[in-house]
């Protein structure tokens, strides 16, 4: 009996120094959320859907609870599509299940227009308000590929987002390649031809002449 007692504090004790520990993790995580990114992020996300997304209340709480069904987050990514959109059915649900899917969903059309994985939330931190600072992450890559892709669908100030810089690719072909070899093959036997006559080899000291000994002789 007195075992079980010991063994149920000390389970206590941990389960309570666990908690802790997340706590100061998330607090830091919850530092991470930029209050005047959120203002910025709910203007374009208005100004791009519509008046049928609404307005969330101002603050992180507002913020999540707005886009936590994912129908927001569905709206956008198809405001920035002509013709056929990626996401068919929007549903305005409260079930849980419907919409974490709906954010998933979201998720692989942000990746299919070209956020990156290192720039992607996760279903939980939006849901289940882990990260929110990641999900501002997530829509302002979103809005710096729209500001950048200049296609006409993106709404808005273009100064709200930066643009992202472009690949400058260049594309040679064979016969350009096969000089460009010939002409670091030149170079390499221009060097061979070099000459070290008269150089002081590493290590020697130099001779110095005395002009005043040579004057005496």
């Keep these: ?3 079980k007692r010991a063994n149920t504090k000390i389970n206590m004790a941990n389960r309570g120094q666990a908690y802790g520990l997340s706590r100061e993790v998330q607090n830091k995580i919850d530092k991470k959320y930029d209050p005047e990114l959120e203002e910025t992020l709910v203007e374009w996300i208005i100004a791009q859907c519509g008046p049928k997304v609404g307005k969330p209340e101002s603050g992180r709480s507002g913020f999540q609870e707005w886009l936590k069904n994912g129908s927001v987050l569905c709206e956008l990514i198809n405001s920035l599509h002509s013709g056929t959109k990626p996401i068919k059915n929007i549903k305005n649900s409260g079930m849980a299940f ?6 998933s969903i979201f998720l692989k059309a942000a990746e299919s227009y070209g956020v990156t ?3 992607t939330f996760q279903t939980v931190d939006l849901f289940e308000n882990k990260d929110l600072a990641a999900v501002q992450r997530t829509l302002a890559a ?6 950048t892709k200049n296609d006409g669908n993106y709404k808005g100030d273009p100064s709200w987002f ?3 810089s472009q690949e400058n690719r260049r594309d040679f072909s064979e016969e350009q390649l096969s000089e460009g070899k010939n ?5 390499m036997g221009t060097n061979k031809l070099a000459s070290q006559a008269g150089m002081t080899g590493y290590g020697r000291p130099r001779q110095i002449i005395n002009n005043n000994n040579n004057n005496n002789n």
Aim: proline residues 0%.
């Design 1 to 3: 009996m007195l075992n």
């Design 117 to 119: 994985k290192t720039d």
């Design 183 to 187: 002409v670091i093959g030149l170079q």
């Design 98 to 103: 419907t919409q974490m899917e709906q954010i």
């Design 142 to 147: 979103l809005g710096s590929l729209a500001v």
């Design 162 to 164: 930066h643009k992202k």
